[in-house]
């Protein structure tokens, strides 16, 4: 996992480096801007397709986001209808999540529904998960303690305050964090049909 922050930016300034990275890495390794995975041909020159969660909804869904919200079935229908159609012939963004999604992560100023997030597909592949960090720590207080409180009542184990990260929170500036899966990205490349055969070891071996 290659995880990176960069203050005084957001989570639109870390989906650029994204495509600066593997654009970099796409021209080293093969000569040119394109990767060949499993028969396809992905064409990896910037810039990339960003599209809203809502609007991936809308469009490969059986339902809105808001009703997957309401069922709780929101990731299930994420991973069977979305994520297969995403960047199949170009590197897309999947961005701006509903605000449940992103718990770490700092809501869009003009719509507190939605958090500044955004997740990497390239041919149906996750390959990142990045965010405008949140920075307030009486918001992100606030966030915990819903958790708790939500996991007292499915009758789960209820973790203690972070208290240490939330003092540390105070000081900490705007920015963005990204955290990109080396193995995955090296899948692609290789043109590997499954992790363990690109990972030093597979969790069988550990």
Do not use: H
Not at 26 to 31: D, K, S, T
Not at 80 to 89: A, Y
Not at 96 to 120: H, I, M, S, T, V
Not at 139 to 153: G, H
Request: proline residues 5%; glycine residues 6%; charged residues 25%.
């Amino acid at each position: 996992m290659l995880e990176w922050y960069r203050s005084g930016q957001n989570y639109k300034d870390l989906m650029n480096e994204c495509e600066d990275l593997i654009c970099a890495v796409a021209r080293l390794i093969n000569g040119n801007e394109k990767i060949s995975y499993r028969g396809l041909e992905i064409n990896v020159a910037t810039p990339w397709t960003r599209m809203s969660v809502a609007a991936a909804f809308q469009r490969y869904a059986s339902m809105k986001m808001e009703k997957a919200l309401e069922k709780d079935c929101f990731d299930e229908v994420v991973a069977t209808e979305i994520e297969p159609n995403l960047g199949s012939t170009t590197p897309l963004f999947l961005y701006d999540y509903p605000a449940p999604c992103g718990a770490l992560a700092r809501l869009k100023p003009r719509n507190n529904l939605l958090a500044e997030r955004f997740e990497l597909y390239i041919a149906g592949i996750e390959l990142c998960n990045g965010f405008s960090e949140l920075t307030d720590s009486a918001e992100q207080k606030t966030r915990f303690e819903k958790e708790q409180r939500l996991r007292k009542s499915f009758g789960r184990p209820v973790y203690p305050m972070p208290q240490t990260f939330l003092t540390a929170l105070k000081d900490m500036p705007e920015a963005g964090g990204n955290a990109l899966g080396i193995d995955r990205l090296t899948m692609l490349f290789c043109d590997a049909t499954e992790i363990d055969d690109v990972v030093a070891f597979t969790p069988e071996e550990l």
